[in-house]
């Protein structure tokens, strides 16, 4: 496998790889952070995948205005020291050794990666060309896990969540992980109690219950939508579904087989993407792969019509916020009395539409 640094000249290309090792030798990059480093790790053979693709257009007018940048949101801090990226990762080292994370960009947001590198990037970081949403950006680096560990469990986790409770978080989970190693053939969800109707979330109604361990919460999955208008949102909540995370745990198997039940057209040009990983002179052949890809969105292509394939884990006692809408950001920092510089002190909650 091709080690890598962001001053390669294949990086302006299609693929990066910046494989972490935890020995600390020269010219590799380690995470330090120890408070990763605190729980016991699972003993499967367990991987992360991190999305950081995503382009942020719809916050960048608040970013560019709190922050002074033009990042997205999942490489900037908006309270504290470390981005949400970092956050992210640090979750992922409570689960799995830096060299199992597998974290992916898109071509253009390398340099974002340099204010990273002082503590450390971990694992590898895949490049796709370009954002085509969120289905190929699960199953590239899927893809390439498979490669090198083709009965793995696999977690994945979105870079732009807050969650609070971080500890009662990895306990769920390590749950789903468990949950996703008894049924090789169901991808689990992580979902969370929803405390409005929002339309900007995917919604999992929770169907016939699957565990007899209290306080793990593991059912199948009756039904699915994702974004729903408002009207369906409002009665979803009423029926106490819950919000999907995004979170997901399952063994390689069982992701690959829905994509190949719903989206095959799809998988076989990711494949010969993963071909080209680390290969000299392919960035041209991959990038021109990946362009005719479809752009598609992993939920509706996926959850929704494969809702009877999945398990929920309802990851109780968990304040979650997705953090791709500025209105939530501002209402989860005054939420826990947080006072970033860029929030004014005598803000109200419509202050998103005026910073």
């Known amino acids: 496998m091709v080690q890598g640094t962001l001053n390669d000249e294949n990086t302006s290309g299609v693929l990066l790889q910046n494989e972490t090792h ?10 330090p952070d120890k408070r990763a480093r605190t729980e016991p790790r699972t003993a499967v053979d367990l991987w992360v995948v991190v999305l950081a693709g995503g382009q942020g257009v719809r916050l960048q007018g608040f970013v ?12 900037c801090r908006f309270v504290g020291r470390r981005t949400m990226l970092r956050h992210t990762w640090d979750r992922a080292l409570q689960l799995v050794e830096p060299a199992r994370i597998v974290t992916i960009i898109t071509a253009g947001q390398e340099w974002c990666l340099e204010d990273e590198a002082p503590h450390g990037v971990p694992g590898t970081v895949l490049v796709q060309p370009g954002n085509k949403e969120t289905a190929p950006g699960v199953l590239l ?14 977690v994945v986790f979105p870079a732009d969540h807050f969650i609070w409770e971080e500890d009662v978080f990895a306990e ?50 009756w039904g699915f939508w994702e974004k729903p208008d408002r009207e369906t949102a409002a009665h979803l909540f009423a029926r106490g579904c819950l919000w999907n995370t ?13 994509a190949a039940a719903q989206i095959p057209w799809m998988v076989e040009p990711l494949d010969a993407v993963v071909d080209c990983v680390g290969v000299p002179g392919k960035t041209t052949a991959a990038a021109a792969i990946y362009n005719r890809i479809l752009p598609t969105d992993f939920s509706r292509a996926i959850l929704v019509p494969c809702a009877a394939q999945l398990m929920v884990l309802a990851a109780r006692s968990v304040t979650w916020s997705d ?26 909650l419509d202050v998103a539409d005026k910073i």
């Open 22 to 31: 935890a020995t600390g030798r020269p010219g590799t990059a380690v995470c």
């Open 64 to 75: 560019r205005r709190a922050l002074g940048t033009e990042r997205a949101k999942q490489f």
């Open 141 to 154: 680096p899927l893809l390439w896990i498979a490669r090198r560990s083709p009965t793995a469990t696999v």
């Open 172 to 221: 769920h989970v390590r749950s789903a992980v468990r949950a996703a190693g008894a049924r090789a053939d169901r991808v689990t969800l992580l979902g969370v109690e929803a405390d409005a109707a929002e339309t900007d979330y995917g919604w999992i109604l929770p169907g016939e219950p699957l565990s007899a361990e209290p306080p793990v919460e593991l059912s199948t999955v």
């Open 246 to 258: 995004m979170i997901m745990a399952g063994r390689l198997e069982a992701y690959l087989g829905l």
């Open 323 to 348: 953090w791709g809408d500025a209105g939530r950001i501002v209402r989860t920092v005054r939420q826990f009395d947080r006072r970033p510089v860029w929030l004014p002190a005598d803000a109200t």
